[in-house]
C-alpha cells in the first residue's frame, strides 16, 4: 500500500512554529481524507486534525484549532500541519494517516516526526 513518511518536526521555542510535512508514495489516496495524529510515550496517540481530498473541509481538535491548519497539495501527495504558537504540551512525536472521520484506517504507523517545544 502507499506509504506514508512525515518530516518537518525540530526543536522550537515557545511560541514558535513549525510546518509538519506528510508525503505519500503514490496517488492512490489523492481523493482520501488526510489526518494528523500526535503520541508522547506512555498516553494514547491523539487525533489532531483531518483535511478531506479536496482541502475543502478540515477538522481540528479544539485543544489546537486556533493555533494549527492543515492543508494539502495532491500534485506533491503532500499534506501539511501548520503549527503556530506552539506549547510545551504540544511536544509529542507526530504521525499521518489516513482517516476516516478522525479515526486512522492503516494499522501499521510510519515513524513520524518529533516536535519538541522547550519552556
Known amino acids: 500500500q502507499v506509504q506514508l513518511v512525515e518530516s518537518g518536526g525540530g526543536l522550537v521555542q515557545t511560541g514558535g512554529s513549525l510546518r509538519l510535512s506528510c508525503a505519500a508514495s503514490?496517488?492512490?489516496?489523492?481523493?482520501?481524507?488526510m489526518g494528523w495524529f500526535r503520541q508522547v510515550p506512555g498516553k494514547e496517540r491523539e487525533f489532531v486534525a483531518s483535511?478531506?481530498?479536496?482541502?475543502?473541509?478540515?477538522t481540528i481538535r479544539n485543544s489546537v484549532k486556533d493555533r494549527f491548519n492543515i492543508s494539502r497539495d495532491n500534485a506533491k501527495n503532500t499534506v501539511y500541519l501548520e503549527m503556530n504558537s506552539l506549547k510545551p504540551e504540544d511536544t509529542a512525536v507526530y504521525y499521518c494517516?489516513?482517516?476516516?472521520?478522525?479515526?486512522?484506517?492503516?494499522?501499521?504507523w510510519g515513524q513520524g516526526t518529533q516536535v519538541t517545544v522547550s519552556s
Open positions: 503514490g496517488r492512490t489516496f489523492s481523493r482520501a481524507t
Open positions: 494517516n489516513v482517516v476516516t472521520g478522525t479515526t486512522p484506517l492503516f494499522r501499521s
Open positions: 483535511i478531506n481530498w479536496s482541502g475543502s473541509s478540515t
